[in-house]
């Protein structure tokens, strides 16, 4: 019989305490945040606030020419670099040799918020990934890497989180979307084992999948949030946090695990003063540290 996830509760969390604040901020991690385009800015932008909510302590953005000053303006806190872009606004290939150079000495790397196109994606994260030597967090558009590169990251030793949503999911896998719908574990699993790499993905439950079999993988199911979480910018806001406690020093599976829960205990915050739905992804951030506070200890 296979073997069921186990439900992450606030007592397992307390248990699995992340690792300690040093006491500047370079001990805290510095994170890479890439990705943007001119017509969708916000992606990068939660995805970073979202990383520093989570206890990063120093932020930089790769992201296009055109962004790069408002988004400075919009997160002073960070270092913004604005790197080439394609016709269609994305970040260009061209852009691969800086981001590689700025990845040095960060302790993580989230590569893929903001970015419209899978083809702008793979073109340059082909340039970028096999060059890379940090824990790093795929998301979104990030994940048609690896529909084309399905070992694209084996050589990062499971350094690795992939935050796809459901359709992000089958369409990396190459599978149908209700066929993933119906065996949301099956799935993750399936890609953890391809990639190497730890997967949190899902629905109303978010399941976070170890590379394995079934009966040997680590398997979680986080069941805060609820249907207000299904609204745009969520999953960027969640990528970001992931991020920012790998910065932190969290191993990658323990990263997946407290990421989905505060994420979604963020979004259970949120009810209360604005009702199950309505509220909007910018909100989840300052409720992120605040999420964070009630594991503390």
Not at 127 to 156: C, F, S, W
Not at 253 to 271: K, S, T
Request: overall charge negative; hydrophobic content about 45%; proline content about 6%.
């Amino acid at each position: 019989m296979s073997r069921q996830p186990e439900v992450v509760s606030s007592g397992l969390l307390r248990d699995w305490e992340l690792p300690g604040h040093g006491g500047d901020k370079e001990s805290n991690g510095r994170v890479l945040v890439v990705g943007g385009n001119v017509r969708m800015p916000g992606g990068v932008v939660l995805a970073a606030e979202a990383a520093l909510r989570a206890g990063a302590g120093k932020l930089q953005i790769a992201t296009v020419e055109p962004l790069a000053v408002p988004m400075a303006m919009a997160i002073p806190e960070a270092y913004v670099a604005g790197l080439p872009s394609d016709d269609d606004g994305n970040l260009a290939p061209e852009a691969a040799d800086e981001i590689v150079d700025l990845a040095q000495g960060c302790a993580a790397v989230l590569l893929g918020p903001g970015i419209m196109s899978p083809e702008a994606s793979v073109a340059l994260l082909e340039q970028v990934v096999p060059r890379l030597d940090v824990p790093v967090v795929i998301d979104a558009l990030g994940m048609a890497y690896l529909t084309e590169h399905q070992d694209g990251v084996q050589h990062l030793d499971g350094r690795v989180i992939l935050s796809p949503n459901t359709t992000e999911l089958a369409h990396t896998l190459g599978e149908d979307d209700d066929a993933v719908s119906e065996d949301p574990i099956g799935a993750s699993l399936r890609l953890a084992r391809r990639a190497g790499a730890v997967v949190v993905s899902g629905a109303s439950t978010t399941y976070v999948t170890t590379p394995g079999t079934r009966a040997t993988a680590d398997l979680w199911a986080v069941q805060t949030g609820g249907e207000g979480m299904a609204v745009s910018g969520s999953g960027d806001v969640k990528a970001g946090v992931l991020v920012g406690l790998l910065g932190r020093g969290a191993e990658p599976a323990q990263a997946g695990v407290w990421g989905a829960y505060v994420h979604g205990r963020a979004g259970e915050r949120l009810v209360a003063v604005h009702g199950r739905r309505g509220f909007l992804a910018r909100e989840l951030l300052a409720e992120i540290p605040r999420a964070l506070a009630e594991l503390d200890g």
